[in-house]
């Protein structure tokens, strides 16, 4: 341990030296910070220390690692999201005073967030919720930060974050997002959309595949893509994983990899939260289903049983990028309408631009498209991406090889539960008339719960005997 006794010097103290912790830590003391940490299991504790060369001060308990700090101490913690906080709360905050700043970087859920920040304000201590995105890689050299709180807590914390968020073109991948919870909130959001771009590149994957293309074919197609408006992190990565070959010699590594995607939450929580906002996103919930579906691989295999290999005859791969993209915008509409109705409904001023600049570098969904809605919000389509006359026409122009993928992949029994999500999201938006008169007959019909005639300007509720013989 290199803990200097009675000194208070540090200025940041970092809880839980898992991986992103520790990433994290070395990534603030990279840039001329002094930092302790400490973790209750001792080998991960003394593992970080000593990837840091001694640099990092390793504290033997929480007292320690608190008497460290310089006042107003800032405290972050990196320990999993849920009951874990709470408990480290309990111990940390009797050890705190007045105008501390407690710094969570989980992936915590918004309301929990909230909680503890009204728990923490009762004590004089200020609480940040960090979303935190890029793995391993984004912690270790540059994330893309989301942190919510008050004013003043940002602005204690602002220094370290802007030290070590990514730089791209645009500035820093960090922003004061709002306050409360709304930067666990805007990384729910930003989970929801990384579930649905996997999703689309899946899809996309699987039609390819199906079509005959093997691996090394399919890391062409890409790496083509990942120069055009697909560009990002998402589908550079799929590109490196077809190249990939099987160690044991068994053709292509992904090829073995077993079908059965797994979740921590996050998904899970937007799509939640989104029918509790009353926000359609159906290319979230999709990707969301998707990974349900595939978790239930020993029915699908026995429910499969002596059914021929689904294929598709002929595929282009260009209506597949065309397909994505349109996909892919549809997918973000829906994410950034549901953060602009939490912004309402949470009294959050969320600046979605900001959001997107913020999301271009460090995180998993970086991409060439976050320029896109930059500018998108720039022209001002804050009631909505679709608005945008820019985007609309880019739909315009990719709907018709969009339908053609997802007409082939239904014909050919594949499931494109995103691809075609979007899509009909797409056409319901841009349908002036829905058949939702009929649901509303209905509902009259059997439960009189009103409705409204179409060309009745002052919206009288109306009731009618529908099932009384004319
Ligand atoms: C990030 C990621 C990360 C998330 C993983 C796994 O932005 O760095 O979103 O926070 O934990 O992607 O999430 P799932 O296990 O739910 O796929």
């Known amino acids: 341990m290199t803990q200097k006794k009675g000194q208070s010097s540090a200025e940041l103290g970092v809880i839980g030296m898992g991986v992103m912790g520790r990433s994290l830590a070395l990534n603030v003391m990279d840039r001329g910070f002094e930092v302790a940490v400490w973790n209750r299991d001792r080998e991960l504790l003394d593992g970080a220390v000593a990837a840091s060369g001694g640099r990092l001060q390793g504290c033997t308990d929480l007292a320690a690692l608190v008497a460290s700090l310089k006042r107003p101490r800032r405290v972050l913690l990196m320990i999993t999201a849920g009951k874990p906080v709470d408990l480290v709360l309990a111990d940390l905050v009797p050890l705190l005073e007045r105008g501390d ?29 960090l979303g935190v995105s890029g793995g391993e890689e984004g912690a270790r050299h540059g994330p893309s930060l989301m942190p919510g709180g008050s004013p003043e807590a940002y602005a204690a914390v602002a220094p370290l974050l802007e030290a070590i968020a990514a730089r791209t073109d645009a500035g820093l991948c960090v922003t004061h997002v709002g306050p409360d919870g709304a930067g666990h909130f805007v990384k729910m959001v930003h989970n929801g959309l990384e579930y649905a771009d996997m999703q689309l590149l899946a899809e996309g994957y699987h039609l390819l595949a199906a079509s005959g293309l093997d691996a090394p074919r399919l890391a062409e197609v890409f790496e083509r893509w990942n120069r055009g408006p697909l560009e ?45 906002q009353g926000v359609a996103v159906p290319s979230i919930a999709a990707a969301l289903d998707g990974r349900v579906l595939s978790s239930r691989k020993a029915e699908r295999v026995a429910l499969a049983a002596g059914a021929p290999p689904r294929t598709l005859a002929k595929l282009d791969a260009g209506d597949v990028e065309s397909a994505l993209y349109g996909a892919k915008i549809a997918a973000y509409a829906q994410g ?32 060439a498209f976050l320029d896109v809605l930059r500018g998108a919000f ?3 389509a804050r009631g909505g991406l679709l608005s945008d006359p820019a985007l609309r026409a880019e739909l315009e122009a990719r709907a018709p090889a969009w339908r053609r993928v997802v007409a082939a992949a239904v014909q050919a029994g594949l499931p494109v539960p995103a691809l075609s999500a979007g899509l009909s999201y797409l056409d319901a938006m841009t349908s002036a008339r829905l058949p939702q008169n009929l649901v509303q007959a209905q509902r009259d019909a059997f ?24």
């Open 101 to 129: 700043v407690v710094v969570d970087g989980g992936n915590s859920w918004f309301e929990d967030t909230r909680r503890r920040m009204r728990e923490l304000a009762a004590k004089g201590l200020h609480f940040v919720g």
């Open 232 to 276: 990002s992190f998402l589908v550079e990565i799929s590109a490196a994983i077809f190249r990939k070959r099987d160690p044991k010699g068994r053709g292509w590594l992904v090829d073995r990899v077993l079908d059965r995607a797994e979740q921590k939450g996050t998904g899970r929580w937007t799509v939640a939260v989104a029918l509790e």
């Open 378 to 380: 720039a022209r001002g």
């Open 336 to 367: 950034f309408e549901l953060l602009r109705t939490a912004a309402q409904s949470f009294g959050w001023a969320l600046d979605l631009a900001e959001l997107a600049r913020i999301w271009k570098g460090g995180c998993i969904i970086r991409a």
């Open 447 to 470: 439960g009189a719960h009103t409705f409204l005639f179409s060309d009745d300007p002052e919206g009288r509720p109306q009731h009618v005997e529908w099932l009384q013989p004319e």
